[in-house]
């Protein structure tokens, strides 16, 4: 990227507050970057502050913050036919996305400057409905469980952590019958647990769609059925471990296009975090609809 360019940086309130991010910032202004910077301080200002950046001709939007700062960066961008490139540093809870693709929490911001020198990549945006979304989509009594189990937790139960949590709130709960369709397959029947995946990570770091690739043109399906806690955690355990998508017993596991997804009431359905309820929902994907800068 050259030197002149335009950066806007987008911030949650915990990135606002880190010296090493304000010392980025510096450095970039010190070597000829012209460097805007906004603050998020309610929900719906990382989309007004995206909106401002592509109307303002900025080359680059970073996103500081999580999976949420993210979706409404994006959401900001894609109103727009001609979008600045996005980027994203690691500042929220669950930082989903962006571990999926390599960066962890704890990384030093400074290294940002490092990958101004490298090409961005064209990375497909899931949309339903009118909004968009980078990483996942979760629905049923999944989308009520939050990625805030402890570490030692996470430590004991590995990847199967986000389902021993959530199959006792799915057991609690009434079972939503949904009507799924694809170009491929058709599926009906008491659902517990629904992923539509762009990236591979949601629920705190955890791979339930493990062979999503964001530049594929496709979606990533997962279907888990209302089972008794033994046997979604055994078929659990093998669909988060595959390499391709399948059938892990009752668990389907596809690549698609477009899903149709209709519930019989009202259900939680969750954009990268962010609540999208409702009973009906359309999702296709866009293939290489922005132009994402990663560190490698």
């Known amino acids: 990227m050259m030197e002149e360019t335009t950066i806007y940086f987008i911030l949650n309130g915990e990135a606002a507050a880190d010296e090493e991010l304000r010392l980025l910032v510096k450095r970039l202004r010190e070597v000829g970057y012209e460097v805007e910077v906004r603050a998020t301080w309610e929900g719906g200002h990382g989309v007004l502050f995206a ?12 996103a500081c913050g999580g999976d949420g700062t993210l979706h409404e960066v994006l959401n900001g961008l894609m109103a727009f036919d001609e979008r600045p490139m996005m980027s994203g540093l ?15 929490s704890g990384f030093a911001p400074l ?12 990375l497909d945006v899931g949309t339903v409905d009118g ?18 189990a402890s570490t030692e937790f ?61 530049d594929d043109g496709l979606l990533d399906i997962v279907v888990v059925p209302e089972r008794p806690l033994r046997e979604m955690v055994r078929h659990a355990r093998e669909m988060v471990q595959a390499e391709s998508p399948g059938d892990f017993g009752p668990i389907i596991y596809r690549q698609v296009k477009k ?24 999702f296709e994907v866009i293939p290489e609809a922005i132009r994402f800068l990663l560190p490698h």
Do not use: H
């Open 51 to 62: 909106r401002e950046a592509a109307r303002a001709g900025a080359d680059a939007v970073v």
């Open 90 to 104: 690691p500042y929220g809870t669950g930082n989903d996305f962006l571990g999926g693709i390599g960066v962890e």
């Open 111 to 122: 290294e940002f400057q490092r990958w101004l020198e490298l090409s961005p990549r064209p």
């Open 131 to 148: 909004r968009y979304f980078l990483n996942m989509a979760t629905a049923g009594s999944g989308a009520e469980i939050s990625a805030d």
């Open 154 to 214: 996470k430590d004991i139960a590995g990847g199967l952590a986000y389902f021993v949590r959530a199959i006792p709130a799915a057991i609690d709960r009434p079972t939503r019958f949904a009507a799924i369709t694809t170009p491929d397959f058709e599926w009906e029947g008491e659902l517990a647990f629904l992923f539509v995946g762009n990236g591979s990570q949601s629920g705190g770091g955890w791979s339930f769609c493990p062979a999503a690739r964001l």
């Open 259 to 282: 899903v149709r997804v209709e519930f019989d009431e009202e259900t939680p359905m969750n954009l990268d975090g962010e609540p999208c309820p409702g009973q009906s929902f359309e």
